[in-house]
């Protein structure tokens, strides 16, 4: 995959147990996460890693992994695959980053929308026992 090294890191972290101080620093104070379900950006660092941190949890098992990559100055497109339920999820992050390193935006799409709805089933249980 890719030289990069914020893409590095971000591989690192969803390789790597999903460490959420891993996530914290990759992170900036404002960014902003895009959900497949949820129509309003969250934004700020606390949000932003309570969705990434979920999504870690549901996505990251031994199916998940990063199929393509490309990667353009401060913008990545990362596409993954994954098995959930016995439902095959094919899914993208778009990811920006600032002139720091830092993750400011985060976009996930999903298909197809039998995957996003049991996506969102397992995201929203994830997020209702993490709060």
Known sequence: MSQDPRIARWHAYMQGGSDLQLLSDMLADDAVFHSPVVHTPQEGKAKVMAYLGAAAVVLGNDTFCYVR???DGDDAMLEFTATIDGI????ID???FGPDGKIKDFKVMVRPMKAMNKLWEMMAAQLKAAS
């Open 94 to 96: 778009l990811i920006h």
């Open 69 to 71: 990559e490309l990667v």
């Open 88 to 91: 095959h999820v094919n899914g």
